[in-house]
């Protein structure tokens, strides 16, 4: 079973793959896999097993050579811009990003600020495996530089004095950032879970749970809400009457703007296969085109990379713009949403009318292994429910590559069959699969 998933490595601490020592032999992995004296930054989220992980990493990193630049608690997207900023070789973020806060890992960045190839992640997993590490003196140094994201944030928005958001930080690592950043824009925000314990990140909060956002956007008469994650790589938005926003209503406004500009790159972007065919559809009216990709957003931004195109993301609310940051920015995302709204003079609710919605059935089933599903008696079902929905829907079903689940996508025209059809694969994967 490979180590790396689809955002890194993730589990609990404490346990394989998130021990002490074994966190620290991948930093030695990592290391040898770069050049001598190689630069890597180092940050975590605000987790509490984040500082102990955070120093077996730095530790293996430094048997083996790295320079380390220790940056404390900060968002994947400000440790990607700094990484580039500094000309870093490397750069790792001790995150799970969504996940409950029992849990952890190790998100893995290129000095650029992409996520890490998985070519390379392999070649990190064989170093690890083989234990040829790299014997050279490391050294370190705390380094702290979120002043220059705060500043590249407020460069790159402007117009935006005055607007009221809520914005609900997840209790994560945008807890600091997200206010300096919209409080040097002259933004009148209601911050709410911005007051991280240790514990109590994406803890009924953030993008995961946005409930909270929304009854504060409806309480406060606000213009939006936003709720980022617990590492601020991606967010959701609700308009001003509580009503929430995809990734993809997300992208289908950015795309129509920048193409109503005529700044598109490729009058396309790149989108998962989870995301509806409703903006496909209205991306289309306006000359638009939708690249497809596997999910997850290292896809996105290779297919982005690929395609030489600039706009990509997913449902969950990864926006990948990559003229800005080679990785999905929530806080980013959301500013530009917030740029096209004050520019046009429109609400989002009218903003996001421009994006068909089709139905779409979603559910996680938890499974206690992960078979090739060619090979199982679900595939059968499968099969059975792309014939019954036909030209006017279809099924998508995968594992997710961080968590012990499967996850059921079902879309068509009808709620009730689409539901029925959901609830049928559901069982199945179940019985089959799921935990005894």
């Not at 293996?60 to 050579?65: I, K």
């Not at 009854?215 to 509580?242: H, N, S, T």
């Not at 929530?330 to 917030?338: E, H, P, R, S, T």
């Not at 004050?342 to 139905?359: F, V």
């Amino acid at each position: 079973m490979s180590l790396f998933g689809t955002d890194g490595i993730r589990g609990k601490p404490g346990k394989s793959p998130l021990t002490d020592g074994e966190v620290r032999l991948t930093g030695r992995s990592y290391a040898s896999f770069l050049k001598p004296a190689a630069k890597v930054l180092v940050c975590t989220d605000t987790r509490s097993s984040g500082i102990r992980l955070r120093l077996a990493l730095c530790q293996g990193l430094m048997e083996s050579g790295t320079q380390v630049f220790d940056m404390g608690v900060l968002t994947t997207p400000a440790a990607a811009f700094l990484a580039s900023k500094l000309a870093a070789d490397g750069c790792i973020v001790v995150s799970a990003s969504h996940n409950p806060a029992a849990e952890n890992g190790l998100k893995f960045l290129t000095g650029k600020g992409a996520k890490l190839p998985e070519k390379h992640e392999a070649r990190v997993e064989s170093l690890l495996a083989s234990g040829r590490f790299r014997k050279l003196p490391g050294s370190i140094r705390r380094v702290r530089m979120v002043d220059e994201y705060v500043d590249y944030l407020s460069r790159r928005f402007t117009g935006l004095n005055g607007t009221r958001p809520v914005v609900d930080c997840a209790n994560g690592s945008s807890s600091s950032i997200a206010p300096a950043v919209l409080s040097r824009l002259g933004i009148k925000a209601r911050f709410i879970n911005n007051r991280p314990d240790g514990r109590n990140i994406n803890l009924n909060c953030g993008s995961e749970h946005p409930e909270a956002m929304r009854r504060q956007v409806m309480k406060e008469k606000a213009e939006l809400g936003i709720a980022l994650d617990g590492d601020a790589d991606r967010a959701l938005l609700c308009d001003e009457k509580g009503g929430l926003l995809s990734g993809d209503q997300l992208i289908g406004i950015i795309a129509i703007y920048l193409k109503g500009k005529g700044v598109l790159a490729g009058n396309a972007v790149v989108v998962t296969h989870y995301s509806s065919f409703g903006l496909e559809r209205s991306l289309s009216e306006h000359g638009i085109k939708v690249f497809r990709t596997d999910v997850g957003d290292r896809n996105v931004a290779d297919e982005l990379r690929k395609r030489r195109l600039e706009l990509g993301g997913e449902q969950s609310g990864h926006i990948i713009m990559a003229t800005f940051l080679p990785t999905g920015d929530g806080l980013a995302a959301a500013l530009k949403i917030m740029q096209i709204m004050a520019e046009k003079g429109l609400k989002l609710s009218q903003l996001a009318s421009q994006i068909k919605k089709t139905r779409q059935a979603m559910l996680n089933v938890p499974v206690s292994r992960k078979p090739t599903l060619e090979k199982t008696e679900l595939a059968g079902e499968i099969r059975k429910a792309s014939a019954e929905l036909g030209t006017t829907g279809r099924v998508f079903v995968r594992y997710s590559g961080t968590q012990d689940l499967i996850r059921i996508m079902v879309e068509g025209e009808s709620e009730k069959q689409i539901n029925r059809i959901a609830q049928i694969l559901a069982a199945q994967a179940s019985r089959e699969l799921g935990k005894a």
